[in-house]
């Protein structure tokens, strides 16, 4: 996520952290706007809802767990050189997730999804 801060930052975005922890000196240096949770791992809801499309960027078992948050409240998951899904029934290739293989294609289909 450093490296995200960073792109958007020398873009001249805001840069929220939601941290898992309580120490708000745990986020990285680019960020415009720090909130400290305290809630460890439960913060994943807290970032997927506070958007409209998320982006997932690679990931481990906390991603997963935020494309599952994101998909279960109703917001569209946009996955750069992330998870790929498979279900079953309704879950039959993995609705409202799109795939994205470049950042620009990533952000391209978030916003297409506004």
Request: proline share 4%.
């Given at each position: 996520?450093a490296?995200?801060?960073?792109?958007?930052?020398?873009?001249?975005?805001e840069?929220?952290?939601?941290?898992?922890?309580?120490?708000p000196?745990e986020?990285?240096?680019?960020?415009?706007?720090?909130?400290?949770?305290?809630?460890?791992?439960?913060?994943?809801l807290?970032?997927v809802?506070?958007?409209?499309?998320?982006?997932?960027?690679?990931?481990?078992?906390?991603?997963?767990?935020?494309i599952?948050?994101?998909?279960?409240?109703?917001?569209?998951?946009?996955?750069?050189?992330s998870?790929?899904?498979?279900?079953?029934?309704?879950?039959?290739?993995?609705?409202?997730?799109?795939?994205?293989?470049?950042?620009?294609?990533?952000?391209?289909?978030?916003?297409?999804?506004?």
């Open positions: 996520m490296a995200v801060s960073r792109g958007a930052a020398s873009a001249g975005g840069v929220i952290g939601v941290l898992p922890g309580t120490d000196g986020s990285n240096p680019d960020c415009t706007h720090v909130v400290a949770t305290g809630i460890g791992h439960a913060r994943n807290a970032v809802g506070s958007g409209e499309v998320v982006i997932a960027i690679g990931g481990e078992w906390g991603t997963l767990s935020e599952g948050h994101a998909r279960s409240i109703g917001r569209t998951v946009v996955a750069l050189r998870w790929t899904l498979v279900g079953r029934d309704r879950m039959e290739g993995a609705p409202g997730i799109v795939q994205a293989e470049t950042p620009e294609e990533a952000v391209a289909s978030a916003l297409a999804e506004l």
